[in-house]
């Protein structure tokens, strides 16, 4: 009976998880050719091509696409991870406002991914409210270009990603018994040695798991990237649109995202074991 029930998710994670990888990794292995699909896999004759694989280590320029994605992932990751304390703990301890505040943490999910952004354009753009604001308060001139630059993908992949890690680090401090704070200040420890030394501690694999839980899929960003980052952060994501869609190395594209989630397994691994451990 327990086999009968477990089937359903079995078949699931057959279909829609292994299928796909095991799909992408034949790819990776097969050569480029002419036609559609625009590759001869390995059992069309030509053998295993492992020159994909290859290329991704050898060449600088995929090279640098893997550690800028896992440079701004775990910039955005670390940026999320320093609201989202505040934030969580605040909204932990605030009594009959709980619910409401959590449910404002939730709110960008109600609307459009792509209508968030297109609002981030609009505050960043050189005519936009925030170079309009310091003008019109006679701070600045000549606008600031704000908007294509690495701080509006951060901002932008910050905005996105930010209650990825408040959920959890509201969910650890819930966890959290009050009564060890209150023996702490007996002891006469300050609000704040307090919370260094009593509470932090007790919530790390909370902050470790809202870390992960933003920076594995930051790694793989491509929306926020491509419409607020500047021409020159190539990342994981841009080049694999670029090697799919532009060049129809699909061998190519599928040896990168091989790559990224070799990178990437550690991560989520560690992830799985937080999650077990909690």
Not at 232 to 257: H, I, K, M, Y
């Amino acid at each position: 009976m327990s086999a009968l029930l477990r089937l359903p998710s079995a078949l699931w994670l057959l279909l829609l998880v292994a299928a796909p990888l095991v799909l992408v990794g034949a790819i990776a292995l097969s050569w480029q050719a002419e036609g559609v699909p625009p590759y001869a896999p390995p059992w069309a004759g030509q053998g295993i091509n492992t020159d994909n694989l290859r290329l991704i280590l050898e060449d600088p320029h995929y090279r640098s696409a893997l550690g800028q994605s896992l440079l701004a992932a775990g910039a955005t990751a670390a940026l999320c991870l320093l609201l989202a304390i505040p934030m969580g703990f605040g909204i932990a301890r605030a009594g009959r406002w709980r619910n409401a505040l959590l449910a404002a943490v939730l709110l960008p999910f109600w609307t459009g991914f792509l209508i968030r952004i297109g609002a981030w354009i609009g505050l960043l753009r050189d005519e936009g409210w925030i170079n309009g604001v310091l003008r019109a308060a006679g701070l600045i001139e000549d606008p600031i270009p704000l908007l294509y630059t690495y701080g509006a993908m951060l901002v932008g992949m910050v905005h996105a990603y930010l209650p990825f890690a408040v959920l959890p680090v509201f969910a650890a401090a819930t966890r959290l018994d009050p009564a060890l704070e209150e023996a702490a200040a007996d002891l006469g420890a300050t609000p704040a040695r307090a919370f260094l030394t009593v509470t932090l501690p007790q919530v790390v694999p909370g902050l470790a798991a809202a870390f992960l839980l933003v920076f594995i899929p930051a790694a793989g960003e491509y929306v926020i990237p491509e419409l607020l980052g500047p021409p020159e952060a190539t990342l994981v994501g841009r080049v694999l649109f670029q090697e799919f869609f532009q060049n129809r190395d699909w061998p190519v594209a599928s040896a990168l995202a091989v790559a990224l989630l070799v990178l990437l397994i550690g991560p989520i691994l560690l992830f799985q074991r937080l999650g077990r451990a909690a």
